[in-house]
């Protein structure tokens, strides 16, 4: 076979070679300006003492991300609690009279179990030189006995200055100096997509750091705690991560680890939560100024807008929060708030959800007159309202039952009597109708209608009886029904679409 090649003139050649030096001096310039420029992410917030980190060069990259682990990691400390547990007796027979006739008392006291000392691991974050520790309040809670271990081995009694169950936050303090701290972020700057790192003390394995991104933002409704605003993640997060620290490419604190889903087993599947430390730094500075959170209290139950709500109260999307009562004697009802209203903005700021609105008021002072834009009867209008304080709480089947028709079809409701209202904790004064069975096979289910329901309301208008009841669903045909249930004492709005 006949080899061939391929002949190019000595001028074309001349002048490859000079644009490819001229390419390659051009990329030389570009890499270099790149790798001086700051990382994407959360720009870093000074605290008293917290050292001012400078972002980290893409430079340093070269092998890995160590460049930014290796300042963090001695910030994040292990913690170890104890508590003493009195269990409970295995076997009360003990104290059976007709047990004790024949062996008397002292067989009993010798069975009885005995105090246990319980004991857990954690993990918690230095916020400051001089000992102040971020952690979870579930690590904490209970414990008589506080132990934090340093990154060097050395390990030091702590005590508790402060700690908010409804947020998860504690915040710890040992006495010591020269500590090594992180650098506080900006969650409110995190997106989807952005590289994190989770660094902690897992199993008690020892200190281990994982990387990830943000999963997701904002995510709520999942039961851990009072106020989420979570950060989700997919970077690894086991048991004894909790308390432990969320950075990002800057080396700095976004995040206080908190929770993962286990899919039913004992690790890590992908989907961990992180409190924001916007969220953490206003309730450790409040904390650390009053020993305790401070609250603005608005009197109202709000709930999320669905789109079939949208449309049964004349909106164009379905946003905001949906006033589903109003307590009396508070700010909300002393600014004439009234059940129905939607609340679509505070202060000028969209509002997007009930969690969004109780997140908000929490955050802000008692005292503070905020602006609620409002939507009444498809009239928009503006209220101001003066916040009041956040108190912690201190905190049978008669008559003739009625079947519903049309989307109400399957829901069986009697009168509401004065005896079932008082079984149901219900406050005095309650009116409605009593949802006594719901048939599984129902419109209703779907609507999550249940047994010991109220209905107080049908399509906005008020019922107290049976005969009002079945007056106000004469008019509903097969459309969606708009009710106002009443479910232990609290109400909120539910739509029953018809089925098909």
């Known amino acids: 076979m006949k080899s061939s090649s391929l002949n190019i003139p000595r001028w074309v050649a001349a002048v490859a070679l000079i644009a490819a030096l001229v390419g390659g001096g051009a990329l030389a310039i570009g890499l270099r300006n790149w790798s001086s420029s700051p990382v994407y992410g959360a720009t870093g917030q000074n605290i008293t003492l917290a050292r001012n980190a400078a972002p ?15 300042p963090a990691l001695p910030a994040v400390v292990n913690i170890h609690t104890s508590k003493v547990v009195k269990p409970q007796a295995q076997m009360p027979f003990f104290n059976d009279p007709f047990f004790q006739q024949f062996f008397g008392n002292q067989f009993g006291r010798q069975m009885q179990p005995r105090p246990e000392r319980e004991q857990s691991l954690g993990s918690g974050v230095i916020v400051s030189s001089d000992g102040t520790i971020l952690t979870n309040n579930h690590v904490i809670d209970g414990a008589t006995d506080i132990k934090v271990q340093l990154s060097d081995k050395r390990e030091f009694q702590a005590k508790i200055i402060g700690a908010d169950s ?55 409704g999942l039961g851990i705690e009072n106020y989420e605003d979570f950060i989700q993640t997919d970077a690894a997060i086991n ?36 409190i924001p430390i916007n969220m953490a730094r206003s309730v450790m500075d409040q904390i650390v100024s009053h020993g305790k ?57 969209p509002v997007a959800s009930a969690n969004d609105l109780r997140l908000r008021i929490s955050q802000t002072a008692p005292g ?52 079932i209202a008082e079984q149901l904790n219900l406050p005095a004064g309650t009116h409605g109708v009593i949802v006594s069975d719901v048939d599984p096979a129902s419109p209703a289910v779907n609507a999550d209608i249940q047994r010991g329901d109220v209905i107080q309301e049908v399509n906005h208008i008020a019922v107290a009886n049976i005969e009002q009841y079945k007056r106000a669903l004469a008019g509903a045909d097969n459309k969606p029904v708009l009710l106002l249930v009443n479910r232990g004492g609290t109400t909120h709005f539910v739509v029953v679409e018809p089925g098909k």
Not at 173 to 181: C, D, V, Y
Request: hydrophobic residues 40%.
């Open 56 to 70: 980290v060069s893409l430079a340093n990259f070269s092998n890995g991300f160590a460049a930014v682990l290796k």
């Open 166 to 220: 409804r947020t998860d936050i504690a915040v710890l303090k040992i006495e010591a100096s020269g500590l090594p701290t992180l650098a506080l972020g900006d969650s409110s700057k995190l997106q989807v997509g952005d590289v994190i790192f989770a660094i902690g003390d897992p199993f008690g394995v020892g200190e281990t750091a994982t990387m990830g991104i943000v999963s997701a933002t904002g995510r709520n």
């Open 239 to 274: 048991p004894g991560n909790s308390g432990g620290a969320m950075i990002d490419l800057h080396g700095d604190l976004i995040g206080i680890n908190t929770a993962i889903e286990t899919g039913g087993g004992q690790g890590n599947i992908g989907i961990g939560f992180a």
């Open 293 to 349: 959170v401070v609250r603005g209290y608005l009197g109202l139950y709000p709930q999320d807008v669905t789109p079939q709500i949208a449309r049964q109260f004349g909106l164009s999307e379905p946003s905001g929060a949906l006033i589903a009562e109003v307590s009396p004697d508070t700010p909300a009802s002393r600014a004439g708030l009234k059940r129905g209203d939607v609340i679509l903005k505070v202060n000028g700021e």
């Open 368 to 419: 503070t007159n905020v602006k609620l834009a409002i939507s009444r009867d498809g009239k928009v209008q503006d209220v101001s309202v003066a916040l009041g304080e956040y108190k912690e709480e201190k905190e049978a089947e008669n008559g003739t039952s009625e079947s519903g028709e049309g989307a109400l079809q399957g829901i069986h409701v009697q009168e509401l009597t004065p005896d």
